[in-house]
């Protein structure tokens, strides 16, 4: 695994790049972040990491600049697009040249895959625990918020893995738009067999096309 730092608009990231030793020149790439307070060792990535280098992808781990300068709370979402892009790009013109890019990531790493997918040339988009609705608190008359247009726009295929018990809620299927259901909450640690099962069959079918 090499680790880089890659400059962007928002400031330096950092990614950890594996080249699975079956992968093919310019085959495929999977390419996640991490969640709003987290970080890239979360169990769910970890699982797709170790599922999609045993089919053979190459795959990169991005930490926002935010985090990679020690702040857990993230700034606006235009900032996180921002950087994701420069990374991806930097990514793809560099150690991942040639792979076709499937974008990804957890929570609100998956939002940001989701918002960039255009801008990044993704092919498939991962997500995993897609913050649907924000819970809402005891007494809160507000309509509540839905995340589902971020869904809607993407144009490629899409693998939502989602806790049966997520607090955000459950996504709906879609014409692109492939929901697993497995047993946990929003951390997806319940069942990891099951999140690794899920990712695998979906990227034999994006990986190969």
């Not at 060792?41 to 170790?50: E, F, H, N």
């Not at 560099?94 to 890019?101: F, Y």
């Not at 995340?147 to 893995?161: N, Y």
């Amino acid at each position: 695994m090499a680790e880089l730092t890659i400059d962007t608009p928002r400031g330096p990231a950092r990614t950890h790049v594996t080249l699975s030793e079956a992968a093919g020149s310019g085959r495929a790439a999977l390419i996640l972040g991490h969640g709003a307070g987290g970080g890239v060792a979360a169990p769910d990535l970890q699982a797709a990491r170790a599922v999609a280098l045993a089919h053979g992808l190459a795959v990169a781990l991005v930490e926002q600049p935010y985090r990679v300068a020690g702040r857990r709370s993230p700034p606006p979402a235009p900032h996180l697009d921002e950087a994701w892009i420069a990374v991806v790009r930097h990514l793809v013109a560099g150690p991942l040249e040639g792979a076709a890019v499937i974008a990804g990531g957890r929570s609100s790493g998956a939002r940001v895959a989701c918002r960039t997918a255009a801008q990044t040339g993704a092919v498939a988009v991962l997500c995993l625990a897609f913050p649907l609705s924000p819970p809402r608190r005891a007494g809160d008359t507000r309509p509540p918020v839905s995340r589902l247009a971020e869904l809607e726009a993407v144009t490629v295929p899409v693998l939502v893995v989602q806790g049966t018990r997520d607090r955000f809620g459950m996504p709906p299927a879609g014409p692109r738009r492939t929901v697993v259901q497995v047993a946990g909450d929003h951390g997806l640690k319940s069942d990891p067999a099951a999140v690794r099962a899920a990712v695998a069959d979906w990227l034999t079918t994006v990986s190969a096309r």
